[in-house]
């Protein structure tokens, strides 16, 4: 999918447009995409005997508080007040969740190896649990300054200002990447893996469209910020 998503700008939020069939509420749509992969997941981990080892259990909340977030408090967060989004994009967004959620769902209950409780001081272990917490704070917080320009706009857009905003376009995005890349590190198997990639593979792009957005639509656009990777892209 990547080379399709570099030249094709999903249709939803500030790209949204109207071509693309049936339109949904922002908010509704929101929560029923990514409803699957906080539901699955949680099921197949606490119903299987995943949960019964602790260093599982670590992981699992690590996923649950990240997902409770996205599909409980952001959803009534955002100010989309009238805004919709295609309806085909949400289904594309929920089947991937429903997969996502099963895949690393039936991992962690079902198939993983048991982790010694030594796993805690693995490197690999402290290091992405550090990325997982940073790329989580860095998400929230600048969230929460996207969310706070809408107060005072029309239409809900300005240039963003604060925090990584200095050097990037998205650095909530970037929060993203870190955080589904320390879990990948921190449990050390293939399907946390595919996650972190399909991240990269969304974000990335996602990322590039919102530069462009904002050199396109504020001539006074800082022109020394990048995308999503300081001084890099």
Not at 164 to 182: D, Q
Request: net charge positive.
């Amino acid at each position: 999918m990547f080379p399709v998503i570099l030249k094709i700008s999903a249709p939803y939020g500030r790209h949204a447009r109207t071509t693309w069939g049936p339109m949904i509420n922002n908010r509704i749509g929101w929560f029923i995409m990514e409803a699957p992969a906080l539901v699955v997941f949680t099921y197949l981990v606490f119903t299987g005997a995943g949960f019964k080892q602790i260093v599982i259990l670590v992981f699992s909340m690590l996923w649950i508080i990240h997902y409770f977030n996205r599909v409980i408090i952001f959803p009534l967060r955002i100010r989309t007040a009238g805004k919709k989004m295609p309806v085909v994009i949400m289904v594309f967004a929920l089947f991937f969740n429903l997969i996502n959620g099963l895949i690393n769902g039936y991992w962690f209950g079902r198939l993983s190896p048991s982790y010694p409780d030594t796993w805690f001081i693995d490197p690999r272990f402290i290091f992405g649990g550090l990325l997982f917490s940073a790329g989580f704070v860095i998400n929230l917080y600048h969230d929460k300054i996207l969310i706070s320009l809408r107060k005072n706009s029309k239409n809900g857009y300005q240039i963003p200002n604060g925090g990584l905003f200095k050097y990037i376009s998205c650095p909530n995005f970037l929060g993203e990447i870190l955080e589904w890349g320390g879990f990948a590190l921190m449990t050390w198997c293939l399907p946390a893996l595919s996650f972190f990639i399909w991240t990269f593979v969304n974000l990335i792009p996602r990322s590039l469209d919102h530069h462009r957005w904002y050199l396109k639509t504020f001539p006074d656009y800082p022109k020394n910020r990048t995308a999503i990777f300081p001084f890099v892209l």
